[in-house]
């Protein structure tokens, strides 16, 4: 199920958008927006997880989860 919302873009992000759509890389307008809001959400999501495993206290073994914490965020994100 969708809906449909309106939503107000400043001309250059428009621009930007109908330049993708022309180039095809991605099917329409709506395409890229749901892109970029899945994007967003997925981020913020594995944002709240290494911020849990961060709030872990300090402690024996530190270095083995910094290293997994490191391997796991260039798993998400890549080398961002």
Request: hydrophobic share 45%; glycine share 6%; with cysteine.
């Given at each position: 199920?969708?809906?449909?919302?309106?939503?107000?873009?400043?001309?250059?992000?428009?621009?930007?958008?109908?330049?993708?759509?022309a180039?095809?890389?991605?099917?329409?307008?709506?395409a890229?927006?749901?892109?970029?809001l899945?994007?967003y959400?997925?981020?913020?999501?594995?944002?709240?997880i290494?911020a849990?495993?961060?709030?872990?206290?300090?402690?024996?073994?530190?270095?083995?989860?910094?290293?997994?914490l490191?391997?796991?965020?260039?798993?998400?994100?890549?080398?961002?």
């Amino acid at each position: 199920m969708s809906k449909q919302i309106t939503v107000r873009l400043p001309d250059e992000l428009v621009d930007f958008v109908d330049a993708e759509v022309a180039a095809q890389h991605c099917a329409s307008r709506a395409a890229l927006v749901t892109a970029a809001l899945e994007h967003y959400r997925e981020r913020t999501i594995g944002e709240a997880i290494v911020a849990g495993y961060t709030a872990i206290p300090d402690g024996k073994g530190n270095e083995d989860l910094d290293e997994f914490l490191n391997a796991a965020n260039n798993a998400v994100w890549g080398d961002e």
